[in-house]
């Protein structure tokens, strides 16, 4: 095909030079990936092993309005790469009409012969013609088509990968709600067992009043312990709802139409390979979106580069013209033949048009290199958060055991009359603040292990 022979005057294609470390500082082992977005990531969020994260993960991938206009996005781009296809070839059309025409001839004065010479010379002819015409068919000698339709591919590509982007970004901030509003669940359950062990506090704080053990004050303050875990469980709904209302949203529901029964916050935290960051420039969608783009961009230089030389066309009618008898060979007529336009002056269009292409171009290769930073970014924050969480969790969970310790002995004592009731409130208050430390570290660690699959371009 002609179309596909010519020069090329695009700069070569590769992906702009950046530096990147030999492993992360957070994880060892790291290897520089060939880029694989296009390989399925499957669905990630199992290694959660919680059905009602699965079940809000398909509903979101099916029902999502974002996610939905993404896809509707990458379709409208990938229909500009069937008229750039078709742009290598020839356009035809044919035209058909009918044509009254009158003409006389001229004369000056108003003499007799004039007048019959005018008359002689007058008439009506009815002019009938039907073509078909190839108006431009452009030979793309210089690559102008070619460099356009590379550039188009590459930024529906681009698109797809956006499509993607959005896809892991939604489910990501669906799985950290959810994990946010399972800390609540457990932060409730929680303090519910506070109020009913501070009850029974008061209850025996006022019996001890009764027999003359227990001052009035002893009262009040196992009163004002228990009113005040009371508010604090109410509290905790506050940010269940916001978070439940956030995952009806994702999963294209109103948030009177979804609810989630309150359970325990999962215990199981997925362990992380200590290879998986070499996946990083393998699987992010954004990166290979802001690659593509650099390629579309580099095309765009030579499409404009192109745009300074002549432009080779072939064109040709073919059709039948005449006053009777339309389809008589004598009617016939035909044209073929080449078409040479150089734009000689354009008042500098096409200097813009290049430089706007080559900052473009820089422009994109700035914004990969920025995203592959922010990837690099995100990797060593997700790993790190695991990393200082993981040891606080041991050290929490110690605190937890201490403090429930102290809180049994401090009981112990009170009852047995050796220890005023403020010692109690103190030991009560540190474990359950120990215990609730405990909660949310373990609710940063799910968040965190989700930051890092979303960092990773989805899974490992």
């Not at 959660?48 to 206009?69: G, K």
């Not at 799910?446 to 699959?453: C, K, N």
């Amino acid at each position: 095909m002609l179309a596909a022979v010519g020069c090329s005057f695009s700069p070569k294609t590769q992906a702009p030079k950046i530096k990147v470390p030999d492993n992360f500082k957070e994880s060892q082992g790291w290897k520089v990936g060939q880029p694989a977005d296009h390989l399925a990531r499957g669905n990630w969020w199992f290694i959660f092993h919680d059905p009602d994260l699965d079940a809000i993960m398909q509903s979101l991938e099916v029902s999502n309005q974002s996610l939905q206009s993404s896809v509707a996005k990458a379709e409208q781009t990938a229909s500009l790469l069937i008229a750039a296809k078709f742009a290598f070839l020839p356009s035809a059309s044919s035209s058909a009409d009918y044509t009254v025409n009158k003409s006389g001839a001229l004369g000056g004065g108003g003499s007799a012969n004039s007048l019959n010479a005018s008359k002689a010379g007058s008439g009506i002819k009815n002019i009938q013609s039907v073509s078909g015409q190839i108006p431009t068919w452009e030979i793309d000698v210089w690559g102008r088509l070619r460099h356009s339709a590379k550039a188009v591919k590459a930024n529906v590509e681009a698109t797809r990968a956006d499509v993607e982007t959005m896809r892991l970004s939604l489910q990501s901030q669906a799985a950290q709600s959810y994990f946010t509003l399972r800390a609540a669940d457990a932060q409730r359950l929680l303090i519910e067992r506070q109020v009913a062990s501070y009850a029974k506090s008061l209850e025996l704080t006022q019996n001890r009043k009764a027999q003359g053990v227990a001052s009035e004050a002893d009262v009040a303050l196992a009163a004002t312990q228990l009113a005040t875990t009371r508010a604090a469980l109410i509290d905790v709904g506050v940010n269940r709802a916001i978070m439940e209302h956030a995952i009806a949203v994702l999963t294209g529901r109103s948030p009177a139409e979804f609810g989630l029964k309150p359970t325990t916050l999962a215990t199981h935290i997925p362990k992380v390979p200590a290879t998986a960051p070499s996946t990083l420039l393998q699987r992010r969608p954004d990166i290979a979106a802001a690659e593509r783009r650099v390629a579309a961009a580099n095309e765009n230089i030579g499409a404009a580069i192109a745009a300074f030389f002549p432009v080779i066309s072939l064109s040709g009618s073919n059709g039948y013209r005449g006053l009777l008898d339309l389809f008589n060979r004598a009617n016939n007529y035909w044209s073929f033949g080449p078409d040479v336009t150089l734009n000689i002056l354009d008042g500098g269009q096409r200097l813009a048009a290049k430089a706007q292409a080559d900052a473009s171009w820089r422009q994109a290769v700035s914004d990969y290199r920025q995203v592959v930073l922010t990837a690099m970014q995100d990797s060593e924050d997700a790993l790190s958060t695991l990393r200082i969480l993981a040891a606080e969790s041991v050290a929490q969970d110690q605190a937890v055991h201490a403090a429930r310790e102290s809180e049994r002995i401090t009981i112990n004592q009170y009852q047995a009359g050796t220890l005023n009731y403020i010692n109690v409130t103190t030991a009560q208050a540190a474990a359950l603040t120990a215990e609730r430390s405990a909660i949310d570290i373990r609710s940063r660690r799910l968040v965190a292990t989700v930051a890092l699959v979303k960092a990773l371009g989805g899974g490992w």
